[in-house]
């Protein structure tokens, strides 16, 4: 074993140089993605990202934008309204069937009105 070190110690340092790079990686990644979900936990809380994030939802829900102003003023409709069109009740964010929702025709894409999810899911149109 000494006769082998002594051999080969310039391989062996380079070994342990690329072990050590290899952690020293892994501790940076490590800290990197704690640091990632902070920034993403106080990011979510923000106006921009609730924004963005309910845009896209209607996009992929298929929503058509017939204002032609990248969904502002769809947004801006949906933020002021506090009650549901139909029933009337108090939007609430911790009761699933009081969430609000951007009632939208399936064919044409047009939004309808802002419900709750109560009427959105029950009340034939
Ligand atoms: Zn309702």
Redesign the pocket.
């Known amino acids: 074993m000494r006769i082998y070190v002594l051999k080969n110690t310039n391989h062996l340092n380079h070994i342990k140089k690329r072990l050590l790079y290899k952690i020293k990686k892994q501790n940076y990644f490590k800290k990197y993605q704690a640091e990632k979900k902070v920034y993403f936990k106080k990011y979510r809380k923000t106006e921009k990202f609730k924004k963005s994030h309910r845009i896209s939802h209607w996009k992929g829900a298929g929503v058509i934008d017939h204002y032609n102003d990248k969904y502002n003023t769809l947004y801006r409709i949906y933020t002021i309204q506090k009650i549901?069109s139909?029933?009337y009740?108090i939007f609430n964010t911790e009761k699933v069937m009081d969430y609000k929702c951007l009632d939208h025709c399936h064919k044409s894409g047009l939004m309808r009105r802002i419900?709750?999810n109560?009427?959105n899911l029950h009340i034939i149109k």
Do not use: L, N, P, S
């Open positions: 549901c139909i029933c009740k419900c709750c109560y009427c």
